[in-house]
Structures are given as structure tokens and as C-alpha cells.
């Protein structure tokens, strides 16, 4: 059943539910630390897949064929101390299309801003609104950013109450010493991340994840030009942000994620809607503009 209606009907239920929401798989790589235990990485491994896959995290139930499909890698690069570990985290959000067996690419992310503390066999503890570690902290954030961006795509604008729950977390980190949280690191980070998904100026993103795969790619196993005509009004909405914003972090991480994607639905457009997608794409993403190019050159 289709999130949207779900959300629909779990809203008038009197009672929390208890199905968890991820289908997650968790790596933790620890190759780069020569002469280190290596029981310490597999036990923080299976106590990061636990966190995420058997906590809840959410007051709604999914099926099973429902869970959220991602992944979490972490990569180890230098043991600061005996707890402390900096490394590197990749992300990865994917969505089933309604009616396939594919699955499309929504957020693909490497954080290097990874620096936390781990004890082996000590519990791992997140609280809305608190800072417990800096790991769970950067998990939770990334899991409430997971639960935003798919329920967007399920639900016009439907992911507002997770990006909120991301933001707090922001908020819980700052002053920490953790890198990664704050504005005046990076303009691309956490902070700048859940900032633009949430700042009504950049809404456009929002949109379309919505338009792009609830009423376009859904769409296209029973009409795919009529599906191929909403991926093109999603991508309008995504110029819209552009315009006001050239360069967006999330706007860039979106397109690093459907970048293929969108070459391949438009290879086998009408020559009307290959030129203007050419047109969007080149000035959205112009750092790619060559690779655009494929959907011109290639024939129905």
C-alpha cells in the first residue's frame, strides 16, 4: 500500500505501532587501522545495524515490503585513541517505483565529517532532543533525513515532521566539538543539508521528489509519456530552487543521485522533451552539461 494512504490511516489510530521502518544494510570497514583488534569493529557493526533496523523510529507501521531500503557504510580512517575514531560515512536512500521491481536512487552522500567516540559493548543511546554520542547523533539525523525524503516522495510534502526531527538533532550538536554540525564550517554539511530541504525558498526540491516519483515514475509502467510529462514538471520545480539558489547543496545531491536516472528516461523521449530537458539539466547541473548530451544523441 502506497505511504500516503498509510500516513492517511495511521493518523487516526488511538495507539503507537511497533513494525519497524528500515530495511538497512550497515557496514563498518576498519582496513585502513593496521594493528587493531578487529572485534571491536564487528561488535560496533552489529550494534549500528541493530540501532538502526530494530529501534523505532516512528509512530506508524510498515509491512515488511514497505521498510525503507538503504544503506549506512561507515569507513574507518584513523584510531585518535582507545573510543576514538574518525572516518567517513556514505549514504544511501533508494525507492521502490509503483507496479516494478526497480528500485530508483533518491540521496547518495559521503560525509568525511565523521569523528566519534565507541566503547566496545556499551549500549547505543539516542534521545529526540539530546545529545547522547556523536554517532548516534550523525545515524539519527541521517535516518530522520531518510524518513523525510521518502515520505516526500509518497506524499506531497509529507516529510516536514522528519526533517524537523533532523533539525533538532542539529540543534542538539552544536557546541560539541564535532565536525560536520555547524553553519560556519562548510556550506556543505549537516546543518546546510537539513537547512535547504527545510527553507520554504528552496521548496522546489520538496516538490519534486513528489511530482518526479509519485506521479511520474509510479506512473509510467501503465503510461510512460504521461509519467515521462510529470518528470519533466518535476524537473521545472527543481530549476525553480536552482534559480534562487545556483549550486544548493541538496540540490546538488539529488541530481548526484538521479543524474543517470533522468539520462535514461529521456533517451527515449519525444525530440520536444529531450531539448528541454537538455535546456534544464545544462543550467541546473552545468558541471555536467556533456553527459546530457547522451539523450540528444541517442535515437527512439
Known amino acids: 500500500m ?114 566519534f567516540d565507541y566503547l566496545e559493548s556499551e549500549p547505543l543511546i539516542f534521545t529526540d532532543n539530546s545529545f547522547d554520542s556523536n554517532l548516534t547523533a550523525v545515524i539519527a539525523f541521517y535516518l530522520y533525513m531518510y ?50 530541504m527545510m527553507n520554504s525558498s528552496y521548496v522546489g526540491i520538496r516538490d519534486f521528489l513528489y511530482k518526479y516519483h509519485r506521479k511520474g515514475l509510479d506512473a509510467m509502467a501503465d503510461n510512460i509519456q504521461l509519467g515521462r510529462s510529470f518528470t519533466t514538471q518535476a524537473l521545472e520545480d527543481l530549476r525553480k530552487a536552482s534559480r534562487q539558489k545556483p549550486g544548493l547543496f541538496a540540490l546538488q545531491l539529488i541530481l548526484d543521485a538521479k543524474r543517470d536516472e533522468i539520462i535514461n528516461i529521456y533517451t527515449e523521449g519525444m525530440p520536444n522533451e529531450k531539448s528541454k530537458i537538455i535546456q534544464i539539466m545544462n543550467e541546473i547541473d552545468p558541471a555536467n552539461a556533456s553527459r546530457y548530451q547522451k539523450i540528444e544523441n541517442t535515437s527512439l
Not at 166 to 186: F, I, L, M, R, T
Open 2 to 115: 502506497l505511504k500516503n494512504l498509510v500516513a492517511a490511516i495511521f493518523f487516526l489510530l488511538p495507539f503507537p505501532l511497533l513494525a519497524q521502518e528500515f530495511k538497512c544494510t550497515v557496514s563498518v570497514s576498519s582496513s585502513a587501522l593496521e594493528g587493531t583488534d578487529r572485534s571491536v569493529f564487528q561488535d560496533m557493526q552489529k550494534a549500528l545495524y541493530e540501532f538502526v533496523n530494530d529501534k523505532k523510529w516512528t509512530s506508524y507501521d510498515f509491512k515488511e515490503e514497505e521498510k525503507i531500503e538503504c544503506s549506512i557504510q561507515i569507513t574507518l580512517t584513523k584510531r585518535i585513541s582507545s573510543e576514538q575514531y574518525q572516518g567517513k560515512i556514505n549514504i544511501a536512500l533508494r525507492r521502490p517505483v509503483f507496479n516494478t521491481s526497480y528500485n530508483s536512487p533518491v540521496f547518495n552522500y559521503q560525509d568525511s565529517d565523521l569523528e
Open 147 to 196: 524518513l523525510g525524503m521518502d515520505f516526500d516522495t509518497f506524499q506531497y510534502r509529507g516529510g516536514t515532521a522528519f526533517y524537523e526531527k533532523a533539525q533538532a538533532v542539529v540543534n542538539s550538536a552544536q557546541g560539541k566539538n564535532y565536525p560536520g554540525w555547524s553553519s560556519y564550517e562548510s556550506m556543505k554539511n549537516r546543518f546546510w543539508l537539513v537547512e535547504n
